[in-house]
């Protein structure tokens, strides 16, 4: 027993790195940077900005939810670009205005789209949605401005914060540390001002923080074997255990259901034996002379939530010779010099980039057409199957090597030549004896 789990640990830990690590994106993280812009007279001009510099995992609704802990008796007077959610208790302050807040760990949401003119900044008001670096480069960022100060009135400068936190499942953010203070362009960069002091504090994300069980499963077939290989059984959970998603049976309609706005929605899957709510089937569609297709297709079978800007990474050798991508947009993930075995699938702008909810148009689909290379091709041993999926960042739960779809003349019969020879001297010793 002790030694299946010692064999079993290291590769649940290469599946859901706990620190945050990921082999495919090594040097993601979302990084925090507070700019203090101004000193005043026991206050101070602070302007948080949050980048996402992850290539392929985004922030979707609800958003990020920002929050820190005051070392002291700190309080934010004003704010623009982003609000808090709780005023907190105030009453002991004495002010015309009274502070926007006073709570001692503050939680910061973005303003949602068409917020008031006079309460935007540059780079805020996208309802705390933050795109992948890969996906969309123009709205990785978000920023917000506020004045702080002591709620003591003695003259003494806020201190920086500390605790941050996303608010955000699977995210843990390290302590705040001070980098050389950020520059900005002005007069359409003909001239640079920069902060007063900077700071940053890094987050990185792990999959067993955030959750104890997969999301997404792979299914495959082939057009060279009848077999369709399932999802395998309880990948996301097992129907019926306690602590397992509500299912609805296939054909029956999902119940009506209140849900939060500012909280994610706990899934409502379609009842299976694998469980999850998204399901990705690998096709290995048809073979020609230098070229092979590949149908790959998503469903979402999650009632109560719609995946707005998608992605898909796979981890395939042939990649590096990816010829045409149909229906979906294609970049590759090159993180380790040549190797271009990764890319990035996600959707056309308006067409599929929203995969929807479970039902008839839950489902996004394309082809990939790759380049037989020489030396490395081959439909054997399941090599034409992905070594790893991801969607939205969150790994998948590939089916056992052992159940691939196999080549008709793969199978554990001996080759028709071997049986021949045999066959011969079986015939010739009993002719002799």
């Known amino acids: 027993m002790s030694c299946g789990l010692i064999l079993v640990l290291p590769l649940i830990l290469f599946i859901y790195p706990i620190n945050g690590y990921d082999p495919l994106d090594p040097n ?77 760990e503050p939680v910061i949401v973005d303003l949602l789209p068409g917020a ?62 001070k980098v050389p203070p950020s520059k900005f362009n002005v007069d359409q960069g003909r001239r640079k001002t920069q902060a007063v002091a900077t700071w940053n504090v890094i987050c990185s994300y792990s999959q067993f923080r955030a959750s104890s069980s997969p999301t997404c499963c792979v299914s495959l077939s082939a057009f060279y074997n009848n077999t369709i290989v399932p999802c395998p059984k309880c990948s996301c959970g097992c129907q019926g255990q306690l602590g397992a998603d509500q299912c609805v049976k296939y054909g029956e309609l999902p119940p009506v259901l209140q849900l939060d706005h500012n909280e994610p929605p706990k899934p409502v899957v379609q009842c299976s034996q694998h469980m999850c709510p998204i399901q990705i089937h690998w096709h290995v569609k048809q073979s020609y002379t230098k070229y092979w297709r590949v149908k790959m297709t998503i469903r979402n079978l999650n009632y109560v939530k719609n995946y707005s800007q998608w992605n898909l990474v796979v981890l395939h050798p042939n990649l590096r010779s990816v010829t045409q991508v149909f229906s979906f947009n294609y970049k590759p993930l090159n993180q380790y010099g040549d190797t271009n075995d990764t890319g990035m699938f996600y959707g056309i702008e308006y067409y599929n980039d929203m995969l929807l909810q479970a039902g008839e148009t839950g489902n996004v689909q394309s082809e990939l057409l790759m380049h037989k290379d020489a030396g490395i091709f081959t439909f054997r041993e399941g090599w034409a199957f992905p070594r790893k999926i991801s969607f939205n960042g969150e790994d998948c739960v590939l089916p056992s090597p052992d159940d691939y779809p196999r080549l008709p003349n793969s199978s554990q019969f001996m080759s028709p030549s071997i049986f021949t020879i045999i066959a011969f001297f079986l015939s010739l010793i009993l002719t002799i004896f």
């Open 28 to 104: 993601g993280n979302i990084t925090i940077k507070w700019d203090i812009m101004l000193n005043n007279e026991g206050s101070q001009d602070v302007k948080v900005s949050i980048f996402n510099y992850q290539l392929f995992r985004h922030i979707d609704q609800p958003g990020w939810k920002l929050s820190w802990s005051w070392p002291g008796n700190e309080v934010i007077w004003d704010m623009s670009g982003a609000e808090a959610t709780e005023q907190g208790d105030c009453s002991a302050i004495k002010a015309t205005q009274p502070p926007h807040c006073c709570e001692k």
């Open 116 to 177: 008031p003119y006079n309460k935007q900044v540059a780079n805020c008001c996208k309802g705390g949605v933050l795109t992948s670096l890969t996906q969309d480069p123009e709205k990785y960022g978000a920023a917000f401005q506020m004045n702080i100060g002591s709620a003591s009135y003695n003259g003494s400068e806020p201190r920086l914060p500390e605790n941050f936190t996303l608010g955000i499942p699977g995210y843990s953010c390290g302590d705040p540390f």
